[in-house]
């Protein structure tokens, strides 16, 4: 172990816990199904200078050497599900190890969900085959035993699947344009089971869910309900759910 790693490890003694990860910046991660409003959470934080912001990198998909990954995924996921997945994995695993003297950094999505919610939901329906299966899993637990993918903190933004598809409707995203209800209620459920149930996979970290039905107008409130937690002011135990 280096003299760093050792000096950051008595540090963490000291501090009487040793998962205390003194390099590391308080990590939320913002979790939700599509249109959720997990960008527009974000952007509720951006008066703050000391957070680190993280959107999804949905441009990156959307231009992979010119390749629109997204859409190729949407058009015809079966083909392209291993690409896309692969990809993702790789711009999530870049952002949760992206270097920011902030105290605090705020991720939209994770790798987490997309491991647990979205690659799960495609090997259940068939749309991976189950030896890409096993290749994205052998990438994500040797990312997650070997590289800084700490998370301290989950935001859940629970929704109806009906709302949400609403406005995924009103936005128009081009890519989404086929994405029937069905898909969106699926996903409603793999969130459900992995953040709210915690019936599936184990969770990186507390969670806090808010009630993201509330209509723009409002959820403001339910946002700063919340901040104190999200910007680490509280300790850790306060936060337990
Ligand atoms: N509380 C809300 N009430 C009504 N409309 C909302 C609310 N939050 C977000 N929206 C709208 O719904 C759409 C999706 O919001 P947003 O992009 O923040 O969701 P998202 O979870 O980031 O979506 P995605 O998963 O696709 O990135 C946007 O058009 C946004 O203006
Ligand atoms: N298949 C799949 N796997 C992922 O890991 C993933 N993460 C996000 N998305 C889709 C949802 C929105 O359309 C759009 C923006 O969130 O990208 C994903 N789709």
Redesign the pocket.
């Known amino acids: 172990m280096n003299s760093v790693k050792k000096l950051v490890s008595k540090m963490a003694n000291a501090v009487g816990s040793s998962k205390v990860d003194l390099t590391r910046p308080f990590t939320v991660i913002v979790e939700?199904n599509?249109?959720?409003?997990?960008?527009?959470f974000l952007n509720h934080f951006n008066k703050y200078d000391n957070v680190a912001m993280f959107a999804?990198p949905?441009e990156m998909w959307r231009n992979c050497n010119g390749y629109n990954l997204l859409d190729l995924m949407y058009k015809d996921t079966a083909k392209w599900s291993f690409t896309f997945q692969s990809y993702v994995q790789l711009t999530m695993l870049r952002q949760h190890t992206y270097k920011t003297s902030h105290p605090v950094k705020l991720m939209?999505r994770s790798i987490y969900s997309a491991r647990y919610c979205f690659v799960e939901k495609m090997a259940r329906d068939g749309l991976m085959p189950t030896p890409s299966v096993a290749v994205i899993d052998k990438w994500f637990k040797y990312i997650t035993e070997n590289e800084d993918v700490g998370v301290d903190l989950i935001v859940y933004?629970r929704t109806f699947p009906e709302v949400v598809y609403e406005?995924i409707l009103?936005?128009n995203?081009s890519e989404e344009r086929t994405v029937p209800f069905e898909y969106i209620k699926a996903l409603h459920v793999m969130h459900e089971d992995w953040l709210y149930n915690k019936k599936t996979h184990s969770c990186p970290a507390p969670v806090i869910v808010l009630d993201?039905n509330?209509?723009?107008s409002v959820?403001e409130e339910e946002y700063e309900k919340y901040e104190p937690h999200i910007l680490n002011k509280l300790p850790l135990q306060a936060q337990l759910f």
């Open positions: 939700g599509i249109g959720s409003g997990k960008t527009t999804e949905i939209e933004l406005r009103k936005r995203r993201a509330l209509d723009k959820i």
